[in-house]
C-alpha cells in the first residue's frame, strides 16, 4: 500500500499562486506515471494534470493548460503541481494520484491505483 502525504493548499486570492507537494511514504514512485485530479462541490473528480515516470511527457487539463504545470522529483519521491494565475473556479480539493508505467498518461480515475488524502485549494474573487 502506497501511502501519499500532499501539502501546500490554501486560501488565495484571484491571479495568485500556490505550490502543491505530493510526497510518498514508501515505495519509490520513479517508474510510474503520476497525476493530479480535483473535485469541487458537487461535481466528479476530474483530471488536472499527469506527467510520465521519466518526466519527459506531461498532459493537462484545457483549463489550466498555461498555468498549470506538473514536476516531480524522482529522488524525493515527490510531485508538484504549480498553479499561477488562479480563478475562482479552480476551488477544489487536489488529489495526487500514482497510476501505471505505461507509455501514455491517464486521464481518467480508473488508470490510477493509489490516492492521497486531497488539500484545499480555495480562490476567492
Known amino acids: 500500500q502506497v501511502q501519499l502525504v500532499e501539502s501546500g493548499g490554501g486560501l488565495v486570492q484571484a491571479g495568485g499562486s500556490l505550490r502543491l507537494s505530493c510526497a510518498a511514504s514508501e515505495r519509490t514512485l520513479s517508474r510510474y506515471n503520476l497525476g493530479w485530479f480535483r473535485q469541487a462541490p458537487g461535481k466528479e473528480r476530474e483530471f488536472v494534470a499527469g506527467?510520465?515516470?521519466?518526466?519527459?511527457?506531461?498532459n493537462y487539463e484545457d483549463s489550466v493548460k498555461g498555468r498549470f504545470t506538473i514536476s516531480r522529483d524522482n529522488a524525493k519521491n515527490t510531485v508538484y503541481l504549480q498553479m499561477n494565475s488562479l480563478r475562482p473556479e479552480d476551488t477544489a480539493v487536489y488529489y495526487c494520484a500514482v497510476g501505471s508505467s505505461s507509455k501514455d498518461i491517464g486521464r481518467t480515475l480508473s488508470r490510477y491505483d493509489y490516492w492521497g488524502q486531497g488539500t484545499q485549494v480555495t480562490v476567492s474573487s
Open positions: 506527467i510520465v515516470w521519466s518526466g519527459i511527457i506531461t
